[in-house]
């Protein structure tokens, strides 16, 4: 006799971090809602990850699958989880993060009431490396640039909308670990795109919302682990974060047919990032690479305002850049 599908898929993507998987299987084992099935993948950890979880919590891991080489990309993770799930929901559920006792039962209820919403996701919280809260109001200032009042209160939205108004400016949904896909939406709009490194997350939701409506509940209910993360300074460093977020840019402006005040607020979301990201704590971007960063945002943005802002930008951020190098020298 064929066994019942849960109707949730926690899928719990690994790598390196078995000092916090007691805590983010804990918080899954506390669920309200229980009916869930566990895939823990492990993507080549070098610690006693694939140990510890065997012997912890096997008894709870309905599939547990180990990869003998690195993917180096979370978006792989995410997609073969999906492949395996069998619920109708699946919760991505990384595994250095937590979250609250009623993620789930909040969440599944969310999109039983909205048969429409392709994901609901939660308030998140950012956390230090031993858990404790850094910034209970960070996820308000975040979004509040874009909308003070929206995301004090719960809501259901029609999906295009959402990104024409919000994420085609930034990315509203800060962590996987606080949103619950609908497997159908997540198979419908083609999967995660694996080519990317940092941005495919953004990509993901704005894909998915193309044909489905999103749910929110305003609780914190996720909280998100902050710790050093040398693959962003590189890819920062390296342009890898400019190139995707233009190519994220591109697709919202082609699928979305966003209009002048749109195209106008993304155009200015990515200079202000430029800004942000010359000098900071990831490091410097040397002058070659400002260069070629203004080529690349001139490529994107070739309207004659737009390029003479670009060039603007590319010689304030090269006099940046040089005096944080002569400071450094």
């Avoid at 993901?204 to 682990?225: G, K, Q, S, T, V």
């Avoid at 233009?246 to 966003?258: E, M």
Wanted: proline content about 3%.
């Amino acid at each position: 006799m064929t066994t019942p599908a849960a109707r949730v898929s926690v899928v719990v993507p690994n790598y390196n971090y078995a000092r916090y998987l007691e805590q983010r299987f804990e918080s899954i084992l506390r669920q309200t809602f229980g009916d869930y099935e566990i895939i823990f993948l492990d993507d080549a950890s070098q610690d006693e990850s694939v140990a510890f979880a065997h012997e912890k919590f096997g008894e709870h891991i309905s599939r547990f699958e180990t990869s003998t080489v690195n993917s180096g990309n979370p978006f792989t993770q995410w997609n073969r989880g999906v492949r395996l799930a069998r619920g109708e929901f699946v919760w991505i559920a990384e595994s250095d993060d937590t979250c609250s006792p009623h993620f789930l039962a909040r969440l599944v209820e969310a999109l039983e009431r909205s048969p429409k919403s392709g994901l609901g996701y939660c308030y998140t919280t950012p956390v230090d490396e031993t858990g404790k809260i850094i910034d209970a109001a960070f996820y308000q200032r975040y979004v509040e640039e874009l909308d003070g009042a929206r995301w004090r209160s719960d809501f259901v939205a029609d999906g295009r909308e959402e990104v024409r108004r919000y994420l085609s400016r930034k990315n509203t949904i800060t962590n996987v670990s606080g949103v619950l896909f609908r497997r159908e939406a997540y198979v419908a709009m083609g999967y995660a795109p694996e080519q990317m490194r940092m941005c495919g997350d953004w990509l993901a939701y704005c894909r998915l919302l193309h044909d489905w409506d999103i749910a929110y509940i305003a609780e914190p209910m996720n909280f998100h682990r902050q710790h050093a993360a040398k693959h962003t300074q590189n890819a920062v460093l390296n342009l890898t974060y400019f190139r995707e977020f233009l190519q994220v840019q591109q697709y919202l402006a082609d699928a979305f047919a966003l209009g002048p005040s749109e195209r106008a607020a993304a155009f200015r979301r990515f200079m202000n990032e430029w800004d942000r990201l010359t000098v900071s704590n990831y490091g410097r971007i040397d002058v070659r690479n400002t260069l070629t960063l203004a080529r690349m945002s001139a490529a994107r943005y070739s309207r004659p305002e737009e390029r003479i802002r670009i060039a603007g930008h590319f010689l304030l951020n090269a006099t940046r850049s040089l005096a944080n190098a002569w400071k450094e020298s």
